[in-house]
Nanobody, 123 residues
Framework: QVQLVESGGGLVQAGGSLRLACAASGRTFSWYVMGWFRQAPGKEREFVAVIRWSGGSTYVDSVKGRFTISRDNAKNTVYLQMNSLKPEDTAVYYC?????????????????WGQGTQVTVSS
């Protein structure tokens, strides 16, 4: 069983930055595919970024060049550095973990989810 706890959300002006963190329990964190998703009001939860055990990462086109996903296996933590934030980035951001061999782009790739952290970007 893996428990995920997100932190770092908040209110920021457009053009600003936030750094989200997701702390995971469990001793096999380094094996897990870790992803970030977001869900805006009235919309489906969408993929944002994924980082694999090797360190390889993939991003949704809308955040490429602005967001960076990283992981610290010694701290069992995955991060999402968000720069040049836009009002359309406003959403609840969720961390997710998978112990399977997956691409990490789809919600059903993941076995564990955090409770989410709100990010609000004002114009």
């Amino acid at each position: 069983q893996v428990q995920l706890v997100e932190s770092g959300g908040g209110l920021v002006q457009a053009g600003g930055s936030l750094r989200l963190a997701c702390a995971a329990s469990g001793r096999t964190f380094s094996w897990y595919v870790m992803g970030w998703f977001r869900q805006a009001p009235g919309k489906e939860r969408e993929f944002v970024a994924v980082i694999r055990w090797s360190g390889g990462s993939t991003y949704v086109d809308s955040v490429k060049g602005r967001f960076t996903i990283s992981r610290d296996n010694a701290k069992n933590t995955v991060y999402l550095q968000m720069n040049s934030l836009k009002p359309e980035d406003t959403a609840v951001y969720y961390c997710a973990a998978s112990g399977r061999v997956v691409t990490g782009w789809a919600k059903n790739d993941y076995d564990y989810w955090g409770q989410g952290t709100q990010v609000t970007v004002s114009s």
